[in-house]
């Protein structure tokens, strides 16, 4: 291990017991203006850099931009999902700390950004864990709707809710197929 790293990581050991905003800074690895400045404390399980101040836990990259932009917002992640109030990552490296990789978006403007980048894999309809339906039922379930049965009609039959069957016919649930 090189003579630099392992003072990173005394230095990181020390930040343990330090409780401010401002010693965020000194668990940034900066570089250049257009380099990802890597976090080098802890990590929350989600893989974002993570400090506690005041036995709270904060983001990292969120304190980052909070300090380099003072009262533009909170130092805690926002509960209002309409402001624009989430940090996001241009680059997407969830350890940068960079402020010039960052920009603020909506709970929307996230999942948007997540999605594509290609981190919003969650399965969906007949893959998920929780499905109640195959993906063959939900191809029938559109071709009985054609019919003019009522989604409570054809939610009794396949023992779903009407509202389920209302997105199946929607095409908002069990895309996979083209039906």
């Known amino acids: 291990m090189d003579f630099e790293r392992r003072l990173l990581q005394i230095k990181v050991l020390q930040m343990a017991k330090r409780k ?3 010693d965020a800074l000194d668990l940034i690895a900066k570089g250049g203006e257009d380099d990802c400045w890597e976090w080098l404390g802890c990590k929350n399980n989600t893989g974002y850099g993570s400090m506690t101040v005041s036995q709270v836990a904060y983001s990292a990259h969120r304190i980052a ?3 380099a932009n003072p009262g533009l917002i909170s130092m805690k992640a926002p509960t209002n999902k309409h402001l624009k109030e989430f940090v996001l990552h241009k680059c997407d ?6 402020p010039n990789h960052m920009f603020l978006g909506n709970y929307d403007d996230n999942n948007k950004d997540a999605k594509l980048k290609g981190r ?12 109640k339906l195959t993906q063959e039922q939900a191809d029938k379930i559109r071709q009985i709707h054609k ?3 009522s ?3 054809i939610g009794k039959m396949f023992n779903v809710h009407a509202n389920n069957v209302s997105r199946i016919v929607r095409g908002m649930s069990y895309t996979e197929s083209g039906v």
């Open 147 to 149: 019919s003019g049965l």
């Open 20 to 22: 401010t905003f401002s």
């Open 151 to 153: 989604y409570i009609e």
């Open 93 to 98: 490296n969830r350890l940068c700390c960079n």
């Open 65 to 67: 931009f909070a300090l």
């Open 120 to 131: 919003s894999n969650a399965p969906k309809g007949s893959k998920h864990k929780l499905a």
